[in-house]
């Protein structure tokens, strides 16, 4: 199988050779490119009511483009000439989308096709990198934290949350909870000579454990999104979202999000969105860039500290910013509009791969530094496990037949401070028994 062609735009990073299109329009767009002699596959997906065109020949259809009278003549018919973005180098796939919109708008009174891109998404981390991970690296741990459960052991009981992530580790404290196809985890013992994996590897195993954490008695459903390093695409994320409508599944915990060039949701995660928020609550954190003013670092112009991660920016998402033990905003939580709860998010303890990961020891060194291999424990920071926090926190409040989710969310934000939205410090502490039952 060929390498995904992956583009990067401004601030966003999505695959070169891809259009999403409404099914209803799929007909008109795939026309329009076979007559610039595009060789296209087309999956569609009647759930999400989208088509994902892949185009093999894409350079071949530019070439066709910029020497196709037909557009031209179309264009100039209407005032309109073909459009040259200005100022940077642009993708193919940028240019051509530029120049389909300005010619069906010239067709038909402006009206254009929907159509839009099947875009890079990945777990929510910080610096120097925004995307894969959490705050800086894992620390290894000793489970102490882990063991002691703000709840009672039946929290949560007869509560589905899906986690849509990396692939979670068969860890012993998490064994029990799953319910997930063979490939969304993996065993705890890895096979000898498969080598250390990458600590984003973790990422699904250390979000799950909070939630179990916050509610012992909650069945977890995984959907594995990401790959080891903790990316993956938009069209298989919102399609593993759609097959949860219906599915009696209550809570979706999105530790994992994207950025947009022009900063507007992105057609795909909206359209699972749409389709999942009557039944569902999403729960995304809502990023690690809310100190990026601090961090100048050429890779990341364009982000600023209130840039919208997608799909925590959404109006039917629940966004998660992190706050440290005592109640305080962490610096990397955006302070924006958007965000709806505030969470224990910085260095916080869950359940992680084996001892043999590659990790940093603590810094006290300790028993938790050995290198046998053992259930793995973790501490890490950022708004990813922030998010699981509130998503452990809903189950726990859940009661099936009796309070749902929705419910047991606004009863949550009754009952907690929210730090969002730039509040001052001197709030009253937030622990980490705010989020209980």
Request: glycine residues 10%; hydrophobic residues 40%; contains cysteine.
């Amino acid at each position: 199988m060929a390498e995904p062609k992956y583009e990067d735009g401004r601030v966003e990073r999505f695959r070169g050779d891809q259009l999403v299109v409404a099914l209803p329009h799929l007909d008109l767009v795939r026309g329009e490119l076979t007559r610039l002699r595009a060789q296209l596959q087309t999956e569609s997906d009647a759930v999400l009511g989208l088509a994902l065109i892949t185009i093999d020949n894409i350079r071949t259809v530019m070439d066709a483009l910029a020497d196709d009278a037909r557009t031209a003549e179309a264009l100039a018919q209407c005032g309109a000439e073909f459009p040259e973005p200005q100022g940077r180098n642009i993708a193919n796939l940028d240019r051509l989308l530029r120049a389909l919109r300005a010619l069906f708008a010239c067709r038909y009174a402006r009206w254009t096709p929907t159509m839009g891109k099947n875009r890079v998404v990945g777990s929510v981390k910080g610096f120097p990198h925004l995307g894969g991970g959490g705050v800086g690296d894992p620390l290894k741990s000793n489970g102490s934290q882990f063991a002691a459960s703000p709840n009672e052991p039946d929290s949560g009981r007869g509560v589905r949350v899906a986690v849509l992530d990396t692939a979670v580790a068969a860890h012993p404290d998490l064994v029990g909870h799953f319910l997930a196809a063979p490939d969304a985890f993996f065993p705890f013992e890895r096979p000898p000579g498969e080598g250390t994996p990458p600590s984003t590897l973790g990422h699904g195993t250390f979000a799950t454990g909070l939630i179990v954490r916050r509610a012992p008695g909650v069945a977890v459903e995984l959907h594995r999104i990401l790959d080891r390093d903790a990316i993956g695409e938009a069209w298989s994320a919102a399609k593993e979202m759609a097959r949860l409508a219906g599915s009696g599944v209550e809570i979706l915990n999105m530790s994992c999000g994207l950025m947009t060039d022009d900063n507007k949701e992105p057609l795909v995660l909206a359209r699972a969105v749409e389709l999942l928020s009557p039944d569902v609550v999403i729960v995304a954190a809502a990023g690690n860039h809310g100190d990026i003013d601090r961090h100048p670092n050429s890779e990341l112009e364009g982000i600023e500290a209130v840039t919208p991660i997608w799909p925590a920016a959404m109006n039917d998402v629940v966004a998660v910013d992190a706050a440290d033990d005592t109640g305080r905003l962490a610096d990397f939580s955006p302070r924006a509009p958007w965000v709806t709860l505030v969470a224990p998010g910085v260095k916080v303890e869950s359940t992680f791969l084996d001892d043999a990961t590659n990790l940093q020891p603590p810094p006290d060194g300790g028993a938790a530094a050995q290198s046998q291999r053992r259930p793995g424990f973790a501490r890490w920071s950022g708004t990813s496990f922030a998010a699981a926090n509130v998503s452990g926190a809903i189950a726990a409040r859940t009661r099936p037949g009796h309070k749902s989710a929705r419910e047991a969310l606004e009863d949550l934000k009754r009952s907690s401070p929210n730090l969002a939205g730039g509040a001052d410090d001197g709030v009253r502490p937030f622990t980490l028994d705010d989020l209980g039952s």
